[in-house]
């Protein structure tokens, strides 16, 4: 198979990048800093992720295509307003999660961002429903997002205005008489945004923000950075045999559309009204031991009732963190349970969501 | 470090006496990338050429430790279990894993040199 490359790769490169090959793409995993440096940097000042191998899908916009999106996703988008982003998830008649995305209502269109590993298949689930001349996977845009507590200054300095964006909303912007698209927004637990913007200027943006104190980041902290925030990675935390309810991403599914007709619906109201035999929950061991995927978890009379979906080591938190799916009798903030790592049985302690929370001085981005 | 022997598990091994302190190549730790997580053996165990003798643990991936001899663990390196970070800062000095007592001595001849072990690093990572 022929590995695909972004527009950024050569920067990549000149950075010394290590190379992960990563959903049909050579991706950065790491540079000459390290995960946990780089991490850091995210964490404490302002870091760049090159996420153009995440795919961009454009519909154009009608009431009609409002209708037959709401068919297959459970977002509420009739009162998503221009420049409004959600998260959402393509989903099957079971309620396993196909994708999870962010749809984000622009001027004359709906932008979808979809994971990288996916996004061919979610293209062909969506065209089951909307007609093909509708919808756009559009090759010729980079994804660009830069991240932490600096990005805001720094962005500022390379595209005016972009300060006054709130939280998941975007907005038009221009870079060299190119437009471009900014919405706040992120996969960190900081403040961020995420730019959309042709192949032929990703280069000398992420140029201009790295001279204006910015860091290229790998994968590798990207991974650490969005598991001390909580949040999903597709294909480990959730998938085909996931469903929103069983996450604990209940609150992503609109409440004035649990009561429509969408792919999954059915399931995920009975679910909702009965409950779910199992759940996503954070553990943090008491050890500093990681418990990676596929760890299994036992209860206290050795009783399996789990298992790990990602594990590692927090460089923010300072410990050991997973998340996984556990019974739902067990899955209250500090239930006791043990891990199964190299045939020890380490203790570790159910708890909340994320595991790292930025305190705001100034409340205007709610991360 | 001209006493000092290496392994194809990238451990290296340094004698004084009877005694012979264990840790990880640079080398190794360059490919493992930043260490998270140190297991060493128990103190006053018996451990086995090539066996397992601990783990390291990097935010991406899990290695096991192999001792390159025989012999009783007289001593382990607590300050790399408590702070895993000097073993990236440090892998062939203060960032020892354990020291043993040797079982039989004539194992460390089936160990490479210096030179020997730069040139195995060299081209088994290219």
Not at chain 1, 49 to 78: A, C, R
Not at chain 1, 228 to 246: F, K, R
Not at chain 2, 7 to 26: A, F, P, R, Y
Not at chain 2, 74 to 84: A, G, H, K, L, Y
Request: aromatic share 8%; charged share 25%.
């Amino acid at each position: 198979m022929n590995i695909k490359k972004t527009a950024l790769y050569e920067l990549h490169k000149k950075h010394n990048a290590k190379f992960v090959e990563f959903a049909g793409y050579s991706m950065p995993i790491q540079y000459s800093e390290g995960i946990v440096k780089e991490h850091n940097i995210t964490r404490n000042k302002s870091g760049i992720f090159d996420v153009s191998h995440m795919g961009q899908l454009f519909i154009k916009y009608s009431n009609d295509i409002t209708d037959k999106l709401q068919e297959i996703l459970p977002t509420d988008l009739k009162n998503l307003k221009i420049n409004q982003s959600k998260y959402s998830f393509l989903m099957k008649e079971n309620g396993g999660i196909y994708d999870d995305l962010i749809i984000t209502r622009m001027k004359d269109q709906y932008m979808i961002i979809l994971n990288a590993a996916c996004k061919q298949n979610d293209l062909q689930i969506i065209k089951n429903t909307l007609d093909d001349q509708n919808l756009d996977m559009n090759n010729n845009l980079s994804l660009v997002a830069i991240q932490g507590p600096e990005s805001k200054t720094i962005l500022e300095n390379v595209v005016s205005n972009v300060s006054k964006l709130k939280f998941m909303n975007g907005e038009n912007f221009t870079f060299k008489n190119n437009e471009i698209y900014i919405t706040r927004s992120g996969y960190t637990g900081e403040d961020g945004f995420e730019i959309s913007l042709p192949n032929k200027v990703a280069i000398s943006f992420v140029e201009e923000l790295i001279s204006k104190g910015s860091t290229l980041i790998g994968l590798g902290a990207r991974d650490t950075l969005r598991l001390e925030a909580g949040l999903c990675l597709y294909g480990h935390d959730i998938n085909e045999n996931t469903s929103p309810v069983e996450a604990n991403l209940k609150w992503a599914i609109s409440k004035n559309r649990i009561n429509d007709n969408f792919i999954g619906s059915h399931q995920i109201k009975k679910q909702i009204e009965e409950g779910v035999s199992k759940l996503r929950v954070g553990i943090k061991p008491e050890t500093r031991v990681i418990a990676r995927e596929s760890t299994k978890i036992f209860d206290e009379k050795d009783n399996e009732i789990g298992k790990v979906t990602s594990g590692t080591f927090g460089p923010s938190v300072n410990a050991s963190i997973a998340m996984g799916y556990i019974s739902n009798s067990h899955s209250k903030k500090d239930t006791k349970v043990y891990l199964e790592v190299r045939g020890k049985k380490v203790p570790a302690n159910v708890c909340d969501l994320p595991f790292y929370k930025k305190s705001y001085v100034k409340g205007e981005a709610n991360v | 470090m001209s006493n000092t022997k290496f392994s194809k598990e990238h451990e290296w091994i340094t004698l004084d006496g009877e005694v012979g302190t264990i840790g990880i190549t640079k080398h190794a730790t360059e490919m493992l990338g930043d260490i998270v997580f140190a297991e060493l053996p128990e103190k006053g165990s018996n451990v086995e050429k090539d066996g397992t003798a601990g783990v390291v643990e990097s935010t991406k991936a899990a290695s096991d430790v192999y001792t390159p001899v025989s012999g009783e663990v007289v001593e382990i390196n607590q300050s790399i279990v408590d702070d895993p970070s000097k073993i990236n800062a440090d892998p062939e000095g203060g960032a020892w894993f354990f020291k043993l007592k040797l079982k039989d001595k004539s194992e460390l001849d089936t160990l490479m040199n210096k030179e020997e072990y730069d040139k195995f690093a060299k081209e088994t990572s290219a």
